[in-house]
């Protein structure tokens, strides 16, 4: 199934040397000095109120990042996640991609009970469902449906997770 993203051509130069066309500069200035302060700080409160206040992100309760996360710098209000999550270290969220001749948008939604593993990479326009795991070092370039173990890249199928957030 593919992302569900938005596509935007562009004409020129390649379209992350246009970024300032598709993103307002002091916004990209501030949202990454903010992003920056949260993927330092210990504290799981400060850094949600920074994404929930400041970023715009949705962020549900009692969900944790950990230390390194990297949300998208651009458009962090595109992201999404439940309660009770835990984003693994240096995971990285993307609601943007800049290519040559284009540039696409999607949202990332991140159910209840999610489990991601340390150094992920989430793509543009994914939905991850209800207890899923996502397996250390995968690449999420496709939907994961609710209580699925995954991992890899590709993404593939380990197993259904269930209750089994112990083997992740």
């Known amino acids: 199934m593919a992302r569900n993203v938005e596509r935007y051509k562009m004409e020129g130069a390649n379209a992350l040397w246009q970024v300032y066309k598709t993103v307002n500069r002091f916004k990209a200035v501030r949202n990454f000095m903010f992003i920056q ?61 800049y290519l040559i001749g284009e540039y696409r948008l999607g949202n990332v939604k991140i159910g209840n009970s999610v489990l991601i ?3 992920t990479t989430i793509l543009p326009g994914v939905t991850i469902g209800d207890g899923a795991v996502v397996a250390a070092g995968s690449v999420v370039h496709k939907d994961v449906p609710p209580g699925m173990f ?3 890249n590709p993404l593939r199928e380990l197993r259904k997770s ?5 083997d992740g």
């Open 37 to 97: 302060i949260a993927r330092y700080c210990p504290s799981l409160p400060v850094k949600n109120a920074i994404y929930r206040r400041v970023l715009g992100m949705k962020v549900g309760h009692e969900t944790a990042f950990a230390l390194m996360v990297m949300v998208d710098v651009f458009f962090p209000e595109r992201i999404e996640i439940g309660d009770n999550c835990i984003v693994g270290y240096n995971t990285t969220i993307l609601t943007h991609e």
């Open 150 to 152: 995954v991992g890899g």
């Open 162 to 166: 269930g209750q089994g957030h112990q």
């Open 117 to 119: 593993g340390a150094n």
